[in-house]
């Protein structure tokens, strides 16, 4: 199955911040552990969307779009990747 966007949302068990990925609209770092959850056409279970690569686990969905906790605007996952040395 493919679905348009994960959700995220903040969540309290931050564990280590990671500078190779920020939301392209707002620059915000999520942190290993963060948890987004499989909505809103998806099954509802929380995963961490950068663990898995935009793959819930929980129903096998796979998201192309990943919205910011932050500032709730839906990017690429993939722009979402910082490659150091990378443009
Ligand atoms: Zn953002
Ligand atoms: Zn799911």
Do not use: K, L
Request: glycine share 10%; with cysteine; net charge negative.
């Amino acid at each position: 199955m493919t679905f348009n966007r994960v959700v995220g949302f903040a969540f309290a068990d931050a564990a280590g911040a990671r500078p190779d990925i920020a939301c392209p609209n707002c620059g915000f770092q999520p942190w290993h552990g963060q948890q987004w959850v499989c909505a809103p056409d998806g099954c509802g279970g929380h995963f961490d969307t950068f663990e898995t690569r935009a793959h819930c686990p929980h129903c096998e969905a796979q998201f192309a779009w990943t919205a910011c906790p932050a500032c709730h605007v839906a990017s690429a996952h993939r722009a979402w990747y910082r490659t150091v040395g990378a443009n």
